[in-house]
């Protein structure tokens, strides 16, 4: 899967987060390690959400403003 990110630097390095994962960031000296990182916080994320939903019923919804 492919996974918007934003990267942000700072004096401290490279600052990454995945808007479509709440709470999924990662950072690093430079902007390699930084997606190195990120590649791990993506994956790690995404092990812990399926086992965390075993059993769990899954749906969609589709919800229409006026």
Request: contains cysteine; aromatic residues 10%; charged residues 30%.
């Amino acid at each position: 899967m492919k996974y918007l990110i934003i990267v942000h630097k700072s004096k401290y390095g490279y600052d990454i987060h995945v808007p479509a994962l709440p709470g999924c960031h990662s950072q690093g000296a430079t902007e390699k390690e930084a997606f190195e990182n990120i590649e791990d916080a993506i994956s790690t994320y995404l092990r812990v959400d399926r086992e965390e939903l075993k059993g769990a019923k899954i749906r969609e919804i589709e919800v229409a403003f006026a």
